[in-house]
């Protein structure tokens, strides 16, 4: 079982920067692929980024390639999301999410969610 807590959201002005970050229970949280989404109002969730067990690997919607940085630091069983250039777009709610072993864009397969963290991103 894995529990995850998101934190660091909040309100900023476009162009500004926000790092949100995932804290992880357990001692497996080094076996699991990590993964951000975000659910906008009357949207369905979307693929943000992923990064695999190392953090050697990532992957990212190209909505936000350029500007997002997903890492992860396994000695504090913890993945970040540092968010540059905010776009009003950008806003929603965003949540991190895992899986094993290996990475996923697609929702449907992770095992564990945390409960997410609203960005807002203004005009």
């Known amino acids: 079982q894995v529990q995850l807590v998101e934190s660091g959201g909040g309100l900023v002005q476009a162009g500004g920067s926000l790092g949100l970050s995932c804290a992880a229970s357990g001692r497996t949280f080094s076996t699991y692929a990590m993964g951000w989404f975000r659910q906008a109002p009357g949207k369905e969730r979307e693929f943000v980024a992923v990064i695999n067990w190392s953090g050697g690997s990532t992957y990212y919607a190209d909505s936000v390639k350029g500007r997002f940085t997903i890492s992860r630091d396994n000695a504090k069983n913890t993945v970040y999301l540092q968010m540059n250039n905010l776009k009003p777009e950008d806003t929603a709610v965003y949540y991190c999410?895992?899986?094993?072993?290996?990475?996923?864009?697609?929702?449907?397969?992770?095992?564990?969610w945390g409960q997410g963290t609203q960005v807002t991103v203004s005009s």
């Open positions: 999410a895992a899986k094993r072993p290996i990475m996923a864009l697609t929702n449907m397969v992770y095992d564990y």
